[in-house]
């Protein structure tokens, strides 16, 4: 089961969701300086083999990584 969150917050609500259920969760923003602080802090949680954040507009996401 992969769970994904839009406007990750800079990663905070997604890193704790993955800890939380203990699989993947994709987290997507428009910003991409938001994406890359995102992905610095689930790298530094150690999260970051589970945690994946891309930098996208929502309606045009379909078809990133770990998004159906």
């Known amino acids: 089961m992969s769970s ?16 939380r259920i203990g699989d993947h969760v994709v987290g997507i923003d428009i910003t991409p300086a938001y994406v890359d602080a995102a992905r610095d802090l689930a ?19 379909r078809g990133a990584s770990g998004l159906e």
Do not use: K, M, Y
């Open 4 to 19: 994904w969150t839009s406007a990750p917050d800079l990663g905070g609500p997604a890193c704790q969701l993955a800890r």
């Open 43 to 61: 790298a530094r949680a150690g999260l970051g083999d589970i945690v994946h954040f891309h930098a996208c507009e929502i309606r045009t996401c």
